[in-house]
């Protein structure tokens, strides 16, 4: 699932008129990014999320979406703007496109920029063995961030791995890249029944943190290139060089 819902306020006014994972880096839009590498993974089956000016997504694949090499896709859309009038935050919008998703599935924010990140089936596999609910990947934490998210120290039961831990001393960034399972988007963890029929808006921290408490959150260190496209300086920075920051 690729989250395109938001409004995308701090790159306005370049949002005003455009969703902002439609907003371009080298020439493809954020989104495109991401639909390029999970379909090269092998991951061709993608539900998008809209709000802000999502008919221009939906647009943008059109009926029959490919990848830009080719690859055919089947692009289903949660229609967030026109069920309810606005984006419903990240766990209310995954919440509601449940019924489109399957047992394991990738989340990903489409304004983030990460061009080599490594979605494989390998990891997917991985998680699928393991008792956890979600598998965070953690970047090094950016300017705007200083302080980081979560942190990381060793877990017992599966070593060479990593566990996420809110209250560790050193904190790296949730880069918004993700594996989560279905069972997390019910209770205990979230009240909300499956396919929110309300529209309720939840954030997804509180329910990663309380996970993390009962030690079903796992995690790594990613050090690719990666960037939060939160601003239009940033924007323009990766612009300005032939291969990003």
Request: proline share 9%; hydrophobic share 40%; glycine share 10%.
């Amino acid at each position: 699932m690729v989250l395109a819902a938001g409004r995308g306020e701090r790159m306005r006014p370049l949002t005003d008129t455009t969703p902002k994972p439609l907003l371009a880096v080298q020439g493809k839009s954020l989104l495109q990014w991401h639909v390029d590498a999970l379909a090269h993974a092998g991951f061709d089956s993608i539900v998008i999320n809209t709000a802000w000016l999502g008919e221009q997504i939906a647009a943008h694949f059109g009926s029959q979406p490919l990848s830009s090499d080719g690859r055919p896709l089947a692009i289903a859309y949660s229609w967030e703007g026109l069920d309810f009038g606005g984006a419903l935050e990240t766990a209310g919008g995954i919440v509601r496109a449940l019924p489109l998703l399957g047992d394991i599935f990738w989340v990903l924010a489409g304004d983030v920029y990460a061009p080599g990140f490594p979605f494989s089936m390998q990891a997917v596999q991985r998680f699928a063995r393991s008792d956890k609910l979600a598998h965070l990947w953690l970047v090094p934490n950016p300017l705007h961030n200083p302080n980081g998210d979560f942190g990381l120290a060793p877990d017992p039961q599966a070593p060479g791995r990593q566990l996420a831990l809110n209250q560790a001393a050193v904190r790296y960034t949730y880069s918004t890249i993700g594996l989560f399972r279905r069972e997390f988007f019910t209770r205990p963890w979230c009240d909300i029944p499956a396919g929110n029929p309300q529209g309720v808006k939840t954030p997804l921290a509180p329910m990663l943190r309380k996970a993390m408490d009962n030690q079903r959150i796992s995690a790594e260190l990613y050090t690719g290139p990666w960037t939060d496209v939160g601003t239009p300086e940033r924007l323009a920075q990766l612009n300005a060089s032939p291969t990003g920051p």
